[in-house]
């Protein structure tokens, strides 16, 4: 997991290729992936995706346009159904109810191979028993490409992903990360309307995650590839991707920029599937909400009425134990850039605190707690 | 396998469903339409070449007067006479895996652990006797130990009127067997699990018992299964070397058919010997299951030292020596009798196979025809093991399926349990009228040799395609290869090898084979088993010579198949 998302998604707010101009301030409620880029056609369009597994339901009425271009995020918890959707655009899985579009084209009754969709699996399914440019070729070669067309192309992709000469190298002896370079150049060799990649990063070592995930990024940016990926990181999502889809249980819970989704989460789960724990229910008069934690101011114009609280760390300054909420410090962990911490009110649910280095207390300090509104959010009541 | 099986069962349902799923409905209509037309060539083979036969054979033993005579069944079975044989054929068989296991395990052991200067090239001299033909190994062992064989010749020992010859011979023909299966997992289990246990205390022995024996017992096991299935089923060995007063149930199989034509009683016997193979192949399975739990295993090139110390070194010797006097001396004296004429060293013998057929000989052929024939005869057979036991494995291998899928896996076993003979004297009745009147046709012999051949194949081929990860099928087919192509692009290179070696066994099996060939092939296009066994029957110096040199002739051919199938074999795979 990476530690510190807000990075991610501030890269991508300073990106030009922003989606979603519905605002930073978005419409909370977005529950459904509505179509955020009218201004673009849609590359791909899912409408009413439905998968069952005998009484599980894989994916339920999924709805979701990409752009041309757009680099999308589908993130979620494993079982959410990230990884089936990508099964049912590449035409792996079938679908029991709603419609795949590509480019005008219902693919239904396409099968995989002449779908055009290019997907690089999640621990690359690298062709043991050929070389890097046997496995890089492959596509094209089963499109009939001639020859000398075909090595350049291996070249020129080797070189893309930063593998030149790497040719006639056995995969068996390829680290973490070049066998993921040698995934994308044979994902996009032929040349994809689509680039699907299932946790591409998942299963390589954080450093390298980090540096990839910004590679990636120039690399689709240069390309102009339209692309879908799915994750169960956040840090890797908001890094990667121009729009977030959050899933859970098969349904999408939230879709929108990476800002949008960081500072208005559609609901506890997206809060705390994001790693904000600091959720009470609350009942909001005015200017503040009565929480278990006493008076919480929120944002102005909130609704009246009962609902759910999210305050995030950075909202909970320390104050002398007297002037706010009391609470004990149960743990301290340092981060880095900040010290995160564990407190313990007298009353009420635990809390999580962020606080710069030097004004951190210790564990079994007594502090108080106050709240700041810039980062309370107010969830819809229940779930 | 079993485990990357399950891991490709799961990814196949995304995130964790059941599999069949109702969305799969038009996809598994599909597969399931595949699978059927796959299945169909081997099943009709084996309905019309195996099932069909063995019906017959039985129907005809055990029905009159439109009905089944169930009560002749419990008269055979009351037979003291028959009693005594089937009490004899497990004794014998309980014996020779005892005996296997003891001499071959310190054999599995050495092979695992040690490193030394030509253990590649032994370790393929091994397996020579393997894929002899029982009728060599028969020969081989009565030029050793039998009447004016070498012991006789020495000391004036026999052993060919004791049960200890075929004792000997078993132990010949399956040491491979333990050291393969037992040696193999040996080699590849992580001695750092033994390091661990060390660790925390454990002694040298205690360590060995607590982890190493538990993770080797299933194999220990399966070895010990197989190899008392072979010996429960011997039928050449036994024949040559077994004389008049000993018979397993598979050769009193063959007299009852053969001298006495009373097939009520090889009906009954058949059936007998099909129900204990039977229970053998399903405990067989049960071991297998077993052993494809969770262990640790490592590249076995990593886990072989050379010997250190006394003790080691002793334990490499005395295994050599094993190796060297079971296994390579009594070759050694099947290929010096066959030299050895009534005039010295010579190739009289070799030379009287090429000649014509004289008034008093046994073969209205030249006795070395036998060779073309049985080649020719091998090359068919494989040929049709290769095409009936692919395409089965080919559906087998594919996902799901389900009861039917199992139920042709454990009908591909059967012809494991059908006593050979039986299949053989079934083929002469049934397939000789019409609609099927093959009795004439040259592809008698290789469809009865196919039979055998067809179960290598399928097991060989079956953990290999179930191994591939289904998701490098998806990979290809997403980079825009047919299903065709896909089969080709990615099936076939990574079974290419395995294919090899099973057309490699189906090719020794057939060449081999006996109980069937010996029924039905016919007097002028014998096969070298069946030639041999011809000229050991018959008294004569020359033609105990002949069958020598014959028996020399068909061990090499084996051994050059095995061997060419070796180099194969460990370019890459390593053991099995």
């Known amino acids: 997991m990476t530690e510190n998302p807000a990075e991610g998604a501030e890269r991508a707010e300073g990106s030009e290729d922003v989606e979603g101009t519905e605002g930073a301030q978005g419409v909370a409620s977005a529950a459904a992936a509505g179509p955020t880029s009218a201004s673009r056609a849609s590359l791909l369009r899912l409408g009413g995706l439905t998968v069952r597994f005998g009484a599980h339901t894989a994916l339920d009425t999924v709805d979701l346009d990409v752009a041309e271009h757009e680099t999308v995020c589908v993130l979620g918890p494993s079982g959410s159904g990230k990884s089936t959707l990508l099964r049912v655009i590449a035409g792996l899985q079938p679908a029991d109810a709603g419609e795949v579009v590509l480019d005008g084209r219902n693919l239904r009754t396409v099968p995989t191979h002449r779908r055009g969709v290019g997907l690089m699996f999640q621990d690359h399914q690298l062709f043991p028993q050929r070389d890097v440019a046997g496995n890089v070729a492959f596509g094209l070669r089963m499109r009939g490409t001639a020859r000398a067309e075909r090595e350049r192309k291996v070249a020129e992709l080797l070189d893309l992903v930063g593998l030149p000469g790497a040719q006639h190298r056995a995969v068996g002896s390829l680290s973490g990360g070049e066998q993921q370079r040698v995934a994308l150049a044979r994902a996009l060799a032929p040349g994809p309307r689509l680039l699907m990649l299932d946790e591409p990063l998942g299963q390589l070592d954080r450093g390298l995650r980090e540096r990839l995930v910004v590679e990636l990024r120039r690399l689709f940016g240069e390309l102009g590839t339209t ?84 305050v995030r760390p950075a909202g909970v300054r320390l ?28 009353s009420g649910p635990e809390l999580d605190a962020a606080c710069a280095l030097a004004a951190a207390p210790e564990v079994g300090d007594r502090v108080g707690a106050a709240f700041t509104s810039d980062d309370v959010v107010v969830l819809p009541a229940t779930d | 396998m079993t485990a990357a099986e399950e891991a490709a069962g799961e990814e196949a349902t995304g995130e964790g469903g059941p599999a069949g799923a109702p969305g799969a409905r038009g996809a598994g209509r599909r597969a399931t339409v595949t699978r059927l037309a796959l299945m169909a060539l081997p099943a009709a083979f084996f309905a019309v070449f195996f099932a069909y036969p063995v019906l017959t054979i039985v129907g005809r033993g055990l029905r009159a007067d439109g009905s089944w005579q169930w009560g002749r069944a419990a008269e055979v079975l009351g037979d003291s006479g028959l009693l005594h044989v089937l009490w004899f054929t497990v004794w014998q068989a309980a014996a020779s895996t005892a005996l296997t296991l003891l001499i071959a395990l310190p054999g599995a052991y050495v092979f695992a652990r040690y490193e030394f200067p030509g253990k590649r090239l032994l370790r393929a001299v091994v397996t020579v006797p393997f894929v002899l033909p029982t009728v060599v190994v028969g020969s081989a062992f009565l030029a050793l130990v039998g ?81 008392f299935l072979f010996t429960f089923t011997s039928f050449g060995i036994v024949q040559i070397l077994g004389g008049p007063r000993f018979a397993t149930l598979e050769v009193e199989i063959y007299r009852q058919t053969a001298d006495f034509l009373d097939l009520p009683t090889a009906a009954v016997l058949t059936l007998l010997q099909f129900a204990a193979v039977l229970a053998l192949l399903g405990l067989h399975a049960w071991t297998v299951r077993r052993r494809e739990s969770a262990l640790k295993l490592v590249d076995a090139a990593r886990t072989a030292r050379r010997p250190r110390g006394a003790g080691q070194w002793a334990l490499l010797w005395s295994t050599l020596a094993v190796i060297a006097v079971l296994l ?180 020794a099996v057939s060449l081999g084979e006996f109980g069937a060939t010996v029924f039905i092939a016919s007097p002028d296009r014998p096969t070298l088993p069946v030639a041999v066994a011809r000229l050991l029957g018959r008294a004569g110096e020359l033609n105990y010579g002949q069958a020598m040199a014959l028996s020399t002739i068909l061990m090499v051919v084996c051994a050059a198949a095995l061997l060419a199938l070796e180099r194969v074999r460990t370019d890459r795979t390593g053991e099995f």
Not at chain 1, 327 to 335: G, M, Y
Not at chain 2, 388 to 414: E, P
């Open chain 1, 319 to 346: 104050v002398p134990a007297r002037e706010g909420l009391p609470c004990t410090v149960a743990a301290r962990t340092f981060r880095g850039t900040h010290v995160s911490l564990r407190l313990r009110p007298d």
């Open chain 1, 227 to 310: 692309v879908l990926a799915v994750t169960h990181d956040q840090g890797e999502a908001f890094a990667l991707a121009d729009r977030v889809v959050i899933m859970r249980d098969g349904r999408i819970a939230q879709a929108g920029t990476p800002l949008e989704v960081w500072q208005r989460p559609a609901d506890e789960f997206v809060a705390r599937f994001l790693g904000f724990d600091n959720v009470v229910p609350a009942t909001v008069t005015g200017e503040a909400a009565d929480t278990p934690w006493g008076k919480v101011p929120v944002p102005g114009g909130t609704a009246e009425g009962a609902c759910r609280l999210l």
């Open chain 2, 328 to 507: 390579v001396l009594p070759l050694a004296v099947l290929v010096e009798r066959s030299f050895a004429g009534p005039d010295g060293h010579g190739l009289v013998f070799y030379r009287a196979l090429r000649a014509a057929a004289g008034a008093d000989s046994t073969f209205t052929v030249p006795p070395l025809t036998a060779l073309w024939n049985s080649l020719a005869y091998a090359v068919a057979a494989t040929a049709v093991a290769v095409l009936v036991g692919g395409l089965a494995a080919a559906a087998l291998a594919r996902r799901g399926g389900g009861r039917l899928v199992r139920g042709f896996d454990a009908l591909l076993m059967l012809p494991l349990g059908v006593s050979a003979v039986t299949v053989g004297f079934g083929f002469l009745i049934a397939l000789d009228e019409p609609p099927l009147n093959l009795r004439a046709s040259w592809w008698l012999v290789p469809l009865a040799q196919a039979l055998v051949g067809v179960v290598f194949v399928v097991r060989t081929m079956l953990p290999v395609l179930r191994a591939v990860d289904g998701r490098l099928r998806e990979a290809a087919a997403v980079l825009g290869a047919t299903p065709w192509q896909v089969w080709r692009e990615v099936d076939l290179p990574l079974v290419r090898r395995a294919l090899l070696v099973a057309a490699g066994f189906a090719f």
């Open chain 2, 147 to 227: 009447r004016g064989g070498l012991l006789d010749d020495l000391w004036g020992v026999r052993l060919d009127t004791s049960v200890w010859a075929i004792l000997l011979a078993h132990v010949f023909f399956n040491y491979a067997v333990v050291v393969r299966t037992v040696g193999g997992l040996w080699g590849a289990l992580d001695p750092r699990q033994e390091e661990a246990a060390r660790v925390l205390g454990a002694g040298r022995l205690a360590a060995w018992r607590r982890v190493t024996l538990p993770a080797l017992a299933p194999a220990v096991a399966a070895a010990a299964l197989m190899v």
